[in-house]
Protein backbone atom coordinates (compact mmCIF):
# COMPACT_ATOMS: atom_id res chain seq x y z
CA UNK A 1 0.00 0.00 0.00
CA UNK A 2 1.22 3.55 -0.67
CA UNK A 3 1.78 5.61 2.25
CA UNK A 4 0.24 9.00 3.13
CA UNK A 5 1.61 11.81 1.22
CA UNK A 6 1.52 15.25 1.37
CA UNK A 7 1.88 18.13 -1.51
CA UNK A 8 3.85 20.61 -1.56
CA UNK A 9 6.87 19.46 0.24
CA UNK A 10 8.28 22.60 0.48
CA UNK A 11 6.31 26.32 0.62
CA UNK A 12 7.97 29.92 1.00
CA UNK A 13 5.32 32.56 1.08
CA UNK A 14 5.20 36.10 2.50
CA UNK A 15 3.28 38.14 5.52
CA UNK A 16 -0.24 38.18 4.50
CA UNK A 17 -0.89 35.53 1.77
CA UNK A 18 -2.48 32.39 1.94
CA UNK A 19 -1.59 29.22 1.55
CA UNK A 20 -3.12 25.17 1.38
CA UNK A 21 -1.11 22.04 1.89
CA UNK A 22 -2.84 18.82 0.56
CA UNK A 23 -2.55 15.36 2.44
CA UNK A 24 -3.69 12.11 0.46
CA UNK A 25 -4.25 9.01 3.15
CA UNK A 26 -3.40 5.21 2.93
CA UNK A 27 -6.14 4.16 0.98
CA UNK A 28 -8.91 2.76 2.97
CA UNK A 29 -8.35 5.37 5.50
CA UNK A 30 -11.20 7.68 6.38
CA UNK A 31 -9.65 9.72 9.15
CA UNK A 32 -7.00 12.49 8.58
CA UNK A 33 -5.57 14.80 11.26
CA UNK A 34 -3.44 17.45 10.88
CA UNK A 35 -0.54 18.33 13.07
CA UNK A 36 2.20 21.80 13.58
CA UNK A 37 5.57 21.04 14.58
CA UNK A 38 7.74 24.12 15.35
CA UNK A 39 11.16 24.24 17.78
CA UNK A 40 9.22 26.58 19.86
CA UNK A 41 5.91 24.63 20.94
CA UNK A 42 6.62 21.22 19.65
CA UNK A 43 4.19 19.09 17.81
CA UNK A 44 0.28 20.46 18.33
CA UNK A 45 -2.61 18.93 16.98
CA UNK A 46 -4.57 21.13 14.74
CA UNK A 47 -7.87 19.03 13.42
CA UNK A 48 -9.23 15.81 12.50
CA UNK A 49 -11.64 14.47 9.70
CA UNK A 50 -13.51 11.78 9.39
CA UNK A 51 -15.94 10.92 6.58
CA UNK A 52 -15.64 14.77 5.24
CA UNK A 53 -16.81 15.77 8.89
CA UNK A 54 -14.30 17.92 11.24
CA UNK A 55 -14.62 15.70 14.66
CA UNK A 56 -11.99 17.87 16.76
CA UNK A 57 -10.35 20.81 16.35
CA UNK A 58 -6.98 21.90 18.56
CA UNK A 59 -6.57 25.34 19.94
CA UNK A 60 -5.65 27.78 16.59
CA UNK A 61 -7.29 30.85 15.33
CA UNK A 62 -9.76 30.84 12.85
CA UNK A 63 -6.91 31.37 10.38
CA UNK A 64 -6.52 27.87 10.25
CA UNK A 65 -8.86 25.74 7.99
CA UNK A 66 -9.32 22.50 6.66
CA UNK A 67 -11.97 20.49 5.11
CA UNK A 68 -11.81 16.55 3.46
CA UNK A 69 -13.16 15.01 0.59
CA UNK A 70 -15.06 12.21 -0.97
CA UNK A 71 -12.19 10.29 -1.54
CA UNK A 72 -10.94 10.75 1.82
CA UNK A 73 -8.02 13.72 0.67
CA UNK A 74 -7.93 16.31 2.96
CA UNK A 75 -6.34 20.45 2.41
CA UNK A 76 -5.71 22.46 5.33
CA UNK A 77 -5.82 26.12 4.35
CA UNK A 78 -4.32 29.16 6.16
CA UNK A 79 -5.11 32.31 5.73
CA UNK A 80 -3.48 35.82 6.30
CA UNK A 81 -0.20 34.18 6.76
CA UNK A 82 1.90 35.41 10.19
CA UNK A 83 5.85 35.03 10.98
CA UNK A 84 4.93 32.36 13.29
CA UNK A 85 3.46 29.76 11.10
CA UNK A 86 6.47 28.64 9.76
CA UNK A 87 6.42 25.12 10.57
CA UNK A 88 6.72 22.14 9.30
CA UNK A 89 2.78 20.51 8.76
CA UNK A 90 2.41 17.01 8.81
CA UNK A 91 -0.97 14.86 8.23
CA UNK A 92 -1.59 11.09 9.55
CA UNK A 93 -4.44 8.94 8.15
CA UNK A 94 -5.73 6.29 10.32
CA UNK A 95 -8.78 4.19 10.27
CA UNK A 96 -10.45 5.66 13.45
CA UNK A 97 -12.02 2.18 13.98
CA UNK A 98 -10.97 1.17 17.63
CA UNK A 99 -8.36 2.58 20.49
CA UNK A 100 -5.22 0.27 18.93
CA UNK A 101 -5.53 1.89 15.43
CA UNK A 102 -2.55 3.59 13.97
CA UNK A 103 -1.73 6.93 12.72
CA UNK A 104 0.41 7.14 10.04
CA UNK A 105 2.30 10.25 8.88
CA UNK A 106 3.24 11.39 5.81
CA UNK A 107 6.43 13.59 5.06
CA UNK A 108 5.34 16.49 6.11
CA UNK A 109 5.17 20.43 4.18
CA UNK A 110 7.53 22.68 5.39
CA UNK A 111 6.09 26.20 4.75
CA UNK A 112 8.13 28.90 5.27
CA UNK A 113 6.86 32.70 5.76
CA UNK A 114 8.85 35.39 5.00
CA UNK B 1 -6.28 16.94 29.36
CA UNK B 2 -3.68 14.19 28.27
CA UNK B 3 -0.31 15.64 29.54
CA UNK B 4 3.32 13.82 27.98
CA UNK B 5 6.33 14.30 29.60
CA UNK B 6 9.85 13.38 28.45
CA UNK B 7 12.70 14.58 30.62
CA UNK B 8 15.84 13.41 28.66
CA UNK B 9 16.55 16.21 26.07
CA UNK B 10 19.06 13.92 24.46
CA UNK B 11 20.77 10.64 24.93
CA UNK B 12 24.07 9.12 23.57
CA UNK B 13 24.16 5.74 22.90
CA UNK B 14 27.48 3.03 21.85
CA UNK B 15 26.49 1.03 18.87
CA UNK B 16 25.41 -2.30 19.77
CA UNK B 17 24.14 -1.01 23.42
CA UNK B 18 20.95 -0.85 24.60
CA UNK B 19 18.96 2.27 25.62
CA UNK B 20 15.92 3.30 27.65
CA UNK B 21 13.94 6.16 26.49
CA UNK B 22 11.77 7.69 29.55
CA UNK B 23 8.40 8.66 29.21
CA UNK B 24 5.84 9.21 31.99
CA UNK B 25 1.68 10.79 31.08
CA UNK B 26 -0.79 11.93 32.65
CA UNK B 27 -5.02 11.51 31.89
CA UNK B 28 -7.76 11.05 33.61
CA UNK B 29 -9.12 8.78 30.56
CA UNK B 30 -9.60 5.12 31.22
CA UNK B 31 -9.43 4.21 28.08
CA UNK B 32 -6.11 5.32 25.67
CA UNK B 33 -3.14 3.92 23.64
CA UNK B 34 0.68 5.03 23.95
CA UNK B 35 2.97 5.20 20.83
CA UNK B 36 6.18 5.98 20.38
CA UNK B 37 7.38 7.49 17.21
CA UNK B 38 10.69 8.15 15.26
CA UNK B 39 11.22 11.31 13.73
CA UNK B 40 14.60 11.43 11.34
CA UNK B 41 16.45 14.71 10.12
CA UNK B 42 14.54 14.38 7.32
CA UNK B 43 11.32 15.04 9.07
CA UNK B 44 8.89 12.13 8.91
CA UNK B 45 7.21 10.78 11.81
CA UNK B 46 8.07 6.86 11.82
CA UNK B 47 4.95 4.69 13.81
CA UNK B 48 7.65 2.34 16.34
CA UNK B 49 5.78 0.56 18.87
CA UNK B 50 1.90 0.69 20.33
CA UNK B 51 0.59 -0.23 23.95
CA UNK B 52 -2.98 0.09 24.82
CA UNK B 53 -4.40 0.62 28.38
CA UNK B 54 -5.66 -2.49 28.98
CA UNK B 55 -2.87 -4.64 27.56
CA UNK B 56 -1.09 -6.61 30.62
CA UNK B 57 1.65 -7.87 28.47
CA UNK B 58 4.62 -5.37 27.52
CA UNK B 59 4.91 -4.58 23.71
CA UNK B 60 7.61 -5.72 21.75
CA UNK B 61 8.48 -5.13 18.03
CA UNK B 62 11.47 -6.14 16.92
CA UNK B 63 13.79 -4.56 18.77
CA UNK B 64 11.56 -2.39 20.43
CA UNK B 65 10.10 -3.18 23.72
CA UNK B 66 7.29 -0.64 25.69
CA UNK B 67 8.23 -0.60 29.29
CA UNK B 68 5.01 -0.08 30.81
CA UNK B 69 3.95 0.59 34.48
CA UNK B 70 0.50 1.64 34.56
CA UNK B 71 0.50 2.38 38.04
CA UNK B 72 3.65 4.83 37.40
CA UNK B 73 1.99 6.19 34.43
CA UNK B 74 5.24 5.46 32.86
CA UNK B 75 5.68 4.06 29.31
CA UNK B 76 9.89 3.83 28.45
CA UNK B 77 10.71 3.02 25.06
CA UNK B 78 13.47 0.33 24.88
CA UNK B 79 15.66 -0.21 22.01
CA UNK B 80 18.01 -3.00 22.12
CA UNK B 81 21.24 -3.42 19.95
CA UNK B 82 21.11 0.09 19.17
CA UNK B 83 22.32 0.84 14.95
CA UNK B 84 23.89 3.87 13.91
CA UNK B 85 21.07 4.87 12.02
CA UNK B 86 18.58 4.79 14.99
CA UNK B 87 19.77 8.27 15.22
CA UNK B 88 17.10 10.39 15.24
CA UNK B 89 14.35 12.34 17.80
CA UNK B 90 11.80 9.86 19.76
CA UNK B 91 8.22 11.38 20.71
CA UNK B 92 6.01 9.40 23.35
CA UNK B 93 2.57 9.86 22.61
CA UNK B 94 -0.98 9.34 23.88
CA UNK B 95 -4.12 9.60 22.43
CA UNK B 96 -8.00 8.39 23.74
CA UNK B 97 -11.34 8.64 22.10
CA UNK B 98 -13.76 10.92 20.90
CA UNK B 99 -13.11 13.89 21.83
CA UNK B 100 -9.52 12.62 22.54
CA UNK B 101 -8.78 10.84 19.83
CA UNK B 102 -6.12 12.86 18.48
CA UNK B 103 -2.05 12.14 19.41
CA UNK B 104 -0.95 14.44 22.32
CA UNK B 105 3.35 14.84 22.08
CA UNK B 106 5.98 14.78 24.83
CA UNK B 107 9.09 17.13 23.65
CA UNK B 108 10.98 14.62 22.69
CA UNK B 109 14.33 12.77 23.07
CA UNK B 110 17.19 12.88 20.74
CA UNK B 111 18.86 10.10 20.58
CA UNK B 112 22.29 9.89 19.10
CA UNK B 113 24.31 6.57 18.53
CA UNK B 114 28.20 6.51 18.24
CA UNK B 115 30.52 4.10 16.61
Known amino acids: KAGVTQTPRYLIKTRGQQVTLSCSPI?????VSWYQQTPGQGLQFLFE???????NKGNFPGRFSGRQFSNSRSEMNVSTLELGDSALYLC?????????????FGPGTRLTVL | AQKITQTQPGMFVQEKEAVTLDCTYD???????LFWYKQPSSGEMIFLIYQGSYDEQNATEGRYSLNFQKARKSANLVISASQLGDSAMYFCAMRGLGSNYKLTFGKGTLLTVNP
Open chain 1, 27 to 31: SGHRS
Open chain 1, 92 to 104: ASSTRDSLTDTQY
Open chain 2, 27 to 33: TSDQSYG
Open chain 1, 49 to 55: YFSETQR
